[in-house]
């Protein structure tokens, strides 16, 4: 099928870029913000915002804009009529109550990691997990794994070139050192990340492949930084995830 400008919708397409340029991190924006986050010129980021508070997606006092639940509504159905959630939520939650810890499965989209499923033992990032939330993948042993899996032109093309925001003194912000990261997880088959999104935060990662070998999602788990030598997490917490990683693979078609 073959689609021309004159087939496209250019006030959704414009309003979708107003929803999206809410953020974990930016999740209250004057209209000003919103303008320069999305391109848009301001009198159109107001009449977006504006929309979206009239039909109750927005939330307007005066100076800024924050979505609402109203908004879940657009991914909702989507988390719906994916199998993977309800296909690995019986396993996480078996993962999390053994080795008492979290654990949480993502997707990629862009360059953005999108959680899908997660069983949460106990609080170690200072933001709230649920399906639906993200964060970027350059950071993220999720986001490594499923970048990893892509071609080392498009994983680079994801990254960008620009140094990347430093969200932690220990966050890799150089596109060639993440590179050179992605290329030892394709050979170890693990991602370890150790306080890069967020101080006291460490996180292991194993792809989710399925049967046709394609690498479909990442699990991971999230432990609180008390010290440990990154060596001992991988030997005590990996084998656990490769577990599940091939009880998925039986799954996934």
């Not at 303008?35 to 039909?55: N, V």
């Not at 999390?96 to 654990?103: K, P, Q, Y």
């Not at 360059?111 to 649920?130: D, F, G, N, P």
């Not at 292991?204 to 001992?232: D, K, Y």
Request: with cysteine; hydrophobic share 45%.
């Amino acid at each position: 099928m073959t689609v021309t400008e004159r087939d496209l919708m250019g006030g959704l397409a414009k309003g979708l870029a107003v929803i999206e340029s809410f953020s974990i991190d930016q999740p209250r924006q004057s209209i000003s913000e919103v303008a320069a986050a999305t391109g848009l010129d301001r009198a159109t980021a107001r009449r977006c915002l504006l929309t979206l508070a009239h039909l109750g997606y927005a939330d307007y006092d005066g100076k800024f804009f924050t979505l609402t639940p109203r908004v879940l509504r657009l991914g909702t159905a989507c988390l719906a009529t994916m199998p993977l959630p309800q296909l690995v939520q019986p396993l996480l939650d078996e993962l999390s109550e053994r080795i008492d810890e979290s654990s949480s499965v993502s997707i990629l989209d862009g360059a953005e990691i999108v959680y899908v499923a997660r069983a949460a033992q106990r609080k170690v990032m200072s933001i709230t997990l649920m399906p639906g939330s993200r964060l970027p993948a350059y950071c993220t042993s999720m986001g490594r794994v499923l970048l990893a899996a892509l071609p080392e032109a498009e994983a680079r093309e994801r990254l960008g070139a620009a140094p990347l925001p430093r969200r932690t003194p220990y966050t890799l912000t150089d596109p060639d050192a993440i590179l050179a990261e992605l290329a030892r997880i394709r050979t170890d088959g693990y991602a370890v990340i150790d306080q890069e999104v967020e101080i006291g935060l460490r996180s292991i990662a194993v792809p989710l492949v399925s049967s046709r070998r394609q690498t479909v999602a990442a699990l991971n788990l999230g432990l609180p930084a008390r010290g440990e030598p990154i060596a001992e997490l991988v030997e005590r917490y990996l084998p656990a995830l490769r577990d599940v990683s091939a009880r998925m693979r039986e799954i996934l078609r």
